[in-house]
């Protein structure tokens, strides 16, 4: 879909906070080295005024200057650079700072046609700001590798948790190398949102694209561009979104009101990205017999044969969590 003036704005703004943060970030690095090294001002200082002199001196026919010049500026940035190592500083502390380096905090790249384009960072703000994604944002704050613990997991349980963190952490690492999708299913609270928050938080700071829906979220949305005719323009970007992001979560299969609407927008959904080489992760709370019995033959037959599965079980985590902080407190 797309932005909203105001959207667009909101965005570009952002933008233009972030390199007025890090300007004054290296303008005060730039200070304190100044305030630390001596002579290091006089060296910074000296380059505009070779400068004006090698132009002065190419103005009056002299071929060489542009040469000395290259020669004068890199032993000045030696110098500095031997400097601000002698003080402990890093050689490239005085370097622009840009939060994205692809782009250098613009949103916008120039692609191998010459052509300009958004950024990844930049594809990734609309996502947050047209998909709603403040609930993945807040989630993978508090549930990520960080956070995680094996602690509420016994016997079985514990080695299937502790193959499903392998498992993520591999999807994570080979990543776009090919198109690999996962199923996390099994009983209630087991940590199978949790793991695909761990996923979702990696790959967005690597620069992905992650859209996250809850299952009854995802259909609603779909159902809402389906069948409203003046909406047929908003399903078509949707839809070249959902298809075509880096990962798609859907999370908590099977909680949706299940019918043939959502029967066929779902295959239809699966089917496309496998097309495209685009990778899924599904969570759910249904059984493999649940999963073949509420949707399709062509969904099941999908799942089984192009997803990663994985089960976890055990006691509900949430639960075991609240039982705990109460005996805490009533011991306190």
Avoid: W
Wanted: with cysteine; proline share 1%.
């Amino acid at each position: 879909m797309a932005l909203s003036n105001s959207q667009y704005e909101a965005i570009t703004k952002k933008y233009e906070r972030t390199r007025d943060i890090n300007r004054v970030l290296v303008e005060n690095r730039r200070d304190e080295v100044y305030r630390t090294i001596p002579g290091f001002r006089e060296l910074a200082d000296s380059v505009s005024s070779l400068s004006v002199s090698a132009a002065r001196r190419m103005l009056e026919g002299d071929s060489l200057a542009p040469e000395h010049l290259h020669q004068q500026l890199q032993e000045i940035t030696s110098r500095q650079k031997k400097l601000l190592a002698q003080y402990g500083f890093s050689a490239d502390y005085l370097e622009p700072v840009y939060t994205c380096a692809d782009c250098r905090d613009t949103g916008y790249i120039i692609a191998s046609d010459g052509t300009r384009e958004k950024c990844y960072c930049f594809r990734q703000e609309e996502i947050r700001l047209l998909y709603s994604q403040s609930h993945i944002q807040d989630m993978i704050e508090q549930e990520n590798f960080s956070t995680l613990s094996y602690q509420y997991y016994q016997g079985d349980d514990l080695r299937r948790f502790e193959a499903a963190v392998q498992l993520s952490r591999k999807f994570i690492q080979n990543f776009g190398n090919d198109c690999q999708n996962l199923f996390f299913y099994g009983t209630v609270g087991t940590g199978k949102s949790f793991l695909s928050g761990c996923i979702a938080r990696e790959l967005l700071q690597q620069g992905r694209s992650v859209i996250y829906f809850s299952a009854a979220g995802l259909f609603d949305t779909l159902a809402r561009y389906s069948f409203d005719l003046k909406s047929k323009s908003l399903l078509y970007d949707f839809c070249e979104d959902l298809y075509g992001c880096d990962l798609l979560i859907i999370d908590d299969l099977g909680t949706e009101t299940t019918n043939s609407f959502i029967t066929s927008q779902l295959f239809s959904c699966l089917n496309e990205r496998h097309l495209r080489g685009s990778s899924t992760l599904i969570s759910t709370n249904l059984t493999l017999e649940e999963l073949r019995d509420r949707y399709s033959d062509r969904i099941f037959s999908r799942i089984t044969s192009h997803f990663t599965l994985c089960k976890l079980t055990g006691a509900d985590i949430r639960i075991l969590k609240k039982r705990l902080a109460k005996e805490i407190y009533t011991t306190a």
